[in-house]
């Protein structure tokens, strides 16, 4: 019964969080920019404005890494989630939350790397991104289809 409702309810949380995360980052973005470069108007939306108005380029900073580490841990606990509704076990925890480490890690280390090879920087970026938005979870979904079928006589 949970699992015929953890994979629809997982998917429409993924959904909500991905749009949520893209107003979030777009108007940061857009405010970041702003206040960078001193520009006499900001393109964020204006709700966004008020919010962050009178922030600083460094609060805003920490504000953008601080989003991205809650987006990123958000979806790691859905695939927790949806991983032991798929499975009916916790055999998982340990690999799903090891794999986020993972992707997070090559991600800082392609980022420091991309002094010498500027192409990394975009790389680390995806990955960033991945792990932001419900792409581990399509994974997660997708490897329930692989279980073995019980052998035939």
């Known amino acids: 019964m949970i699992r015929r ?8 949380i993924s ?3 991905g749009a949520l995360r893209e107003f979030v980052f777009i108007n940061l973005n857009y405010q970041l920019d702003h ?3 001193n520009t006499p108007m900001s393109y964020a939306h204006s709700q966004f404005q008020s919010w962050v108005s009178g922030w600083s380029l460094r609060s805003l900073i920490l504000l ?3 989003m991205a ?3 990123a841990a958000a979806m790691c ?3 927790v989630l949806l991983a032991r509704a798929l499975f009916a076990s916790r055999r998982y925890d340990k690999v ?14 392609l980022h420091l790397l991309s002094p ?3 192409p990394l920087e975009l790389v680390s970026v995806k990955l960033l991104h991945a792990l932001q938005y419900p792409v581990l979870l399509m994974f997660i979904w997708a490897a329930s289809w692989l279980r073995r079928s019980p052998a035939r006589p």
Not at 5 to 12: K, N, T, V
Not at 96 to 101: K, Y
């Open 116 to 118: 010498l090879k500027p």
């Open 77 to 79: 606990g859905l695939c």
């Open 35 to 37: 206040v960078a470069r």
């Open 64 to 66: 953008k890494w601080g």
């Open 96 to 109: 799903v939350l090891i794999a986020f480490a993972a992707l997070g890690s090559l991600a800082v280390v």
């Open 69 to 71: 580490m809650a987006f």
């Open 15 to 17: 959904v909500v969080l």
């Open 5 to 12: 409702f953890a994979l629809p309810a997982c998917l429409a």
